[in-house]
């Protein structure tokens, strides 16, 4: 029972990070391969970046203004002004502008990951060295994986890899998985060494 019991903070961490992601996740699902099945996706990824993180948008939380003004961005341009080069090109102009967002957080030292962890963590521990340290590596390797993602929709683009869509797809699709099972791991990890920590300073 402990044992289960100790995954709480875990899985509660990493659903509050899949809220963040979850516009660009229904994007990614619902874009489809037609015009009208884009601006819907658009649409609804704009609707869900408001409602769903109407709290974080009150937080300042860079990703999910981003997020916001990406989608309106799109909005405007495709389902208003049918920008057809933009359509054509979303799947790379989208990995690049979450790429460009996450790089962003890093190079004005608000890391997004910092913004997410400290809503769990009591505030005399938001300005320790550890804590932001770990935060902003989280950070880089988000922003990592989605210039890859990027690098990825710019192969696509080119005849060295001639592999099918969904390949291109699914890569896309795991980078995003593999991001949110580093971040558990990694906080779970540092989360059990404060507790270690704290348990041993008790004692002594």
Not at 10 to 29: A, S
Not at 76 to 94: H, P
Not at 125 to 130: A, I, V
Request: proline fraction near 3%.
């Amino acid at each position: 029972m402990k044992n289960t019991e100790s995954f709480i903070p875990d899985l509660k961490e990493l659903g509050l990070l899949m809220l963040g992601f979850l516009p660009w996740m229904l994007f990614l699902f619902l874009s489809g391969h037609t015009m009208l099945s884009l601006k819907i996706a658009i649409v609804i990824s704009l609707v869900a970046s408001v409602t769903l993180g109407s709290g974080d948008l009150k937080r300042g939380f860079i990703l999910s203004w981003g997020t916001c003004a990406f989608f309106f961005i799109c909005l405007i341009m495709i389902d208003f002004l049918n920008n057809e080069w933009m359509a054509m090109e979303m799947d790379l102009v989208s990995n690049m502008a979450l790429a460009a967002i996450m790089w962003f957080t890093v190079l004005i030292g608000k890391p997004f990951a910092l913004q997410y962890a400290r809503r769990g963590m009591p505030k005399e521990h938001w300005n320790d060295e550890s804590f932001i340290r770990g935060c902003r590596f989280i950070t880089v390797v988000w922003a990592g994986l989605m210039t890859f993602a990027a690098l990825i929709s710019i192969l696509k683009r080119t005849t060295w890899l001639p592999f099918p869509d969904w390949v291109y797809f699914d890569l896309t699709l795991l980078n995003i998985v593999v991001g949110l099972a580093f971040t558990t791991i990694f906080k779970r990890k540092k989360r059990l060494q404060r507790e270690l920590a704290n348990a041993n300073s008790i004692v002594k």
